[in-house]
């Protein structure tokens, strides 16, 4: 078979997946110049139709009008404002992703993500949470992030309003007043 330029047969790799073992050669892309090792039965098939360009992904999305297909976060065509929803499904939470040079991204998990919650609550106060503090939401709604449905507790408050709510001992909206002559 002729392979194109771009195709270096001399260069090989066996690559072994279980019991098969797949030859791959070296493809060299003819705009970045960049290079990779590519299923030789690929390279085959793909000359067979004619349709074997040498291109690697990126370059063969920029010709076509897809570039945005392989960006991260807003330039990315799929990206939803950087919301989406983590947590168990009994008690779901907002996560935000933020940039690596946003000023609370301290707070942020690998992903890139800090729930909105506890977003919302440092954006009001200047600074980033510390772990020790916890955004306890007034009406119980996990998923409502208003700034008025939210207030900051220490982590032993927090569980201690938490068991009071759940036996009947505090309303909802006391929680408010309780967090205000507690200081938190």
Not at 14 to 25: D, P
Not at 122 to 128: D, K, M, S, V
Request: glycine share 10%; with cysteine; hydrophobic share 30%.
């Amino acid at each position: 078979m002729n392979y194109p330029p771009m195709v270096n047969r001399s260069n090989r790799r066996y690559v072994s997946k279980g019991r098969k073992r797949r030859l791959k050669i070296e493809v060299v892309c003819p705009d970045c110049h960049k290079t990779r090792y590519v299923d030789k039965s690929g390279i085959d098939g793909l000359l067979k139709a004619g349709s074997f360009s040498g291109r690697c992904q990126g370059c063969n999305c920029r010709l076509r009008g897809k570039e945005n297909r392989f960006q991260r976060g807003e330039r990315n065509g799929a990206w939803k404002g950087g919301r989406y929803l983590g947590g168990s499904r009994e008690q779901p939470y907002v996560y935000r992703t933020v940039a690596p040079d946003h000023p609370l991204y301290s707070m942020a998990n690998h992903q890139h993500g800090i729930r909105e919650h506890r977003l919302v609550v440092a954006e009001h106060l200047g600074r980033p949470l510390a772990h020790y503090e916890h955004v306890h939401h007034v009406d119980g709604n996990t998923l409502n992030n208003h700034p008025e449905n939210l207030v900051l507790l220490d982590g032993r408050e927090h569980v201690r309003v938490e068991n009071l709510i759940r036996s009947g001992r505090m309303d909802r909206e006391e929680v408010r007043r309780y967090a205000a002559a507690v200081g938190a």
